[in-house]
Protein backbone atom coordinates (compact mmCIF):
# COMPACT_ATOMS: atom_id res chain seq x y z
CA UNK A 1 0.00 0.00 0.00
CA UNK A 2 0.97 3.37 -0.43
CA UNK A 3 1.22 6.22 2.22
CA UNK A 4 -2.24 9.25 1.82
CA UNK A 5 -0.05 11.51 2.86
CA UNK A 6 3.19 12.88 2.24
CA UNK A 7 5.50 12.47 5.78
CA UNK A 8 6.55 16.14 6.52
CA UNK A 9 10.07 17.20 7.31
CA UNK A 10 9.56 17.60 10.51
CA UNK A 11 7.82 15.04 11.87
CA UNK A 12 10.29 12.80 9.82
CA UNK A 13 13.03 14.14 12.27
CA UNK A 14 11.20 14.15 15.33
CA UNK A 15 10.57 10.69 15.07
CA UNK A 16 14.21 10.06 14.58
CA UNK A 17 15.17 12.53 17.47
CA UNK A 18 16.54 9.92 19.44
CA UNK A 19 18.75 8.00 17.13
CA UNK A 20 21.59 10.89 17.33
CA UNK A 21 24.80 9.47 18.95
CA UNK A 22 25.38 10.32 22.76
CA UNK A 23 28.07 11.90 24.10
CA UNK A 24 30.16 9.44 26.78
CA UNK A 25 31.10 10.51 30.33
CA UNK A 26 34.30 11.07 31.31
CA UNK A 27 35.93 11.57 35.02
CA UNK A 28 38.71 12.58 35.97
CA UNK A 29 42.25 10.43 37.42
CA UNK A 30 42.84 11.33 41.14
CA UNK A 31 45.96 10.28 41.05
CA UNK A 32 47.17 11.68 37.31
CA UNK A 33 44.30 13.98 36.59
CA UNK A 34 44.24 12.12 33.27
CA UNK A 35 40.40 11.57 31.55
CA UNK A 36 38.97 8.37 32.26
CA UNK A 37 36.14 6.32 31.77
CA UNK A 38 33.92 6.06 35.33
CA UNK A 39 33.82 2.82 36.94
CA UNK A 40 37.01 1.98 34.71
CA UNK A 41 40.66 1.79 35.21
CA UNK A 42 42.67 4.56 34.54
CA UNK A 43 44.37 4.02 30.88
CA UNK A 44 47.71 6.36 32.09
CA UNK A 45 48.47 4.94 35.89
CA UNK A 46 46.29 2.05 36.28
CA UNK A 47 44.50 3.34 39.48
CA UNK A 48 41.26 1.52 39.90
CA UNK A 49 40.53 2.87 43.45
CA UNK A 50 42.44 3.80 47.03
CA UNK A 51 43.13 -0.21 47.74
CA UNK A 52 43.55 -1.47 43.76
CA UNK A 53 46.51 -0.17 41.06
CA UNK A 54 46.80 -2.00 38.20
CA UNK A 55 49.65 -2.55 36.59
CA UNK A 56 50.20 -1.45 32.89
CA UNK A 57 52.76 -2.20 30.48
CA UNK A 58 53.54 0.49 28.08
CA UNK A 59 54.07 -0.37 24.54
CA UNK A 60 57.81 0.71 23.66
CA UNK A 61 58.03 3.07 20.16
CA UNK A 62 59.61 1.43 17.26
CA UNK A 63 63.04 3.43 15.80
CA UNK A 64 62.41 4.38 12.21
Do not use: F, W
Not at 14 to 21: A, C, D, G, I, N
Request: aromatic share 4%.
Amino acid sequence: MLPVKKTSKCRTRTRRSHHRLKGVNYSVCPKCDQAKLPHAACANCGYVNPKTTLKISKKEEEKK
